[in-house]
């Protein structure tokens, strides 16, 4: 039977992975876990549209453009080749708090623990802070 994890990360978008690939390469035994799939939220592929606008008009000689998407699933890679177990269909329904501290998480499949919680659901973080009585500060 395999021990815990040491750190959780809520959601698979782009700052989650990168969390995920720093805390394993830290040496943490990482679980990241993403409701749906990576990149589903604001990280997901950019509208073609979006490009062709902010494309327009540029006076640089050479511009450059990251895409969320495939730099998210870039460093889902890299957590997974650093040990990171990456889960998806995996929603966080609440976050375990006990005084000030948070202990893991709430899965729908039951509660898992650690001794850190990043959460980085994005626009879905304030409600979930929020739910467990944290104030989520300005967004
Ligand atoms: C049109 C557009 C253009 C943009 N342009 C730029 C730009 O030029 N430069 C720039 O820096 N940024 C830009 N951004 C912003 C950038 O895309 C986002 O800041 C970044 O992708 C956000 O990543 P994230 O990981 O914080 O959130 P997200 O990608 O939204 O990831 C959050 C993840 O958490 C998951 N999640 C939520 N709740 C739960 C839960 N309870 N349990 C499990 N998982 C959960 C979601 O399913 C989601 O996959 C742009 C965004 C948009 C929409």
Same mark, same amino acid.
């Given at each position: 039977m395999s021990a815990g994890p040491e750190a959780i990360v809520i959601g698979g978008g782009l700052l989650g992975c990168a969390s995920a690939a720093a805390l394993a390469e830290g040496g943490a035994r990482t679980l990241l876990v993403e409701r749906?799939?990576?990149?589903? #939220?604001?990280?997901?592929?950019?509208n073609p549209r979006w490009g062709r606008r902010s494309s327009?008009?540029?006076?640089?000689?050479r511009t450059f453009q990251v895409d969320p998407w495939q730099l998210t699933f870039a460093f889902a890679r890299l957590a997974r080749r650093r040990g990171a177990t990456v889960r998806c269909g995996?929603?966080?329904?609440g976050l375990l708090r006990e005084g000030e501290g948070i202990l893991g998480v709430r899965l729908r499949e039951g509660n898992v623990y650690a001794g850190a919680v990043v959460v980085?659901? #994005?626009?879905?973080t304030a409600p979930l802070l929020e739910g467990a009585g944290l104030w989520a500060g300005a967004a």
């Open positions: 749906e799939d990576l990149a589903s #939220g604001s990280s997901a592929p950019p327009a008009g540029r006076s640089a000689r995996a929603e966080v329904v980085a659901a #994005g626009a879905w």
